[in-house]
């Protein structure tokens, strides 16, 4: 299984940025995908999953009405789209999967992050 993710960069407070996350090595619609962050001093925060169907999804209450998740099984990619990002979205952003249809339990699987910065 592997997983990169793509697109971090550097923002300025109330800006707008597009991560993916690509995958290969196994049944890509079989498994939920979903996006963790990891900020310097601060424990890792789950930020958004979605199912293998695409049908549901889950976000942190910190990103809830400002990050979107979408996937593409066609594409074998999952995109997340943050808008309106602060300070605080700055760290570095992995996409991973748990091993499973739904968004449950802990990621299994992760590849390389990137990093997301939010600063003026």
């Known amino acids: 299984v592997q997983l990169q993710a793509s697109g971090g960069g550097l923002v300025q407070p109330g800006g707008s940025l597009r991560l993916s996350c690509s995958a290969s090595g196994f049944t890509f619609d079989d498994y939920a995908i979903g996006w963790f962050r990891q900020a310097p001093g601060k424990e890792r925060e789950d930020v958004s999953c979605?199912?293998?169907?695409?049908?549901?999804?889950t976000y942190a209450g910190s990103v809830q009405g400002r990050f979107t998740i979408s996937r593409d099984n066609a594409k074998k990619t999952v995109t997340l789209q943050m808008r309106f990002l602060k300070p605080e979205d700055t760290a570095v952003y992995y996409c991973g999967s748990p091993g499973r249809q739904l968004c449950r339990g802990e990621y299994d699987y992760w590849g390389l992050g990137t990093q997301v910065t939010v600063s003026s």
């Open positions: 979605i199912s293998a169907s695409g049908l549901t999804s």
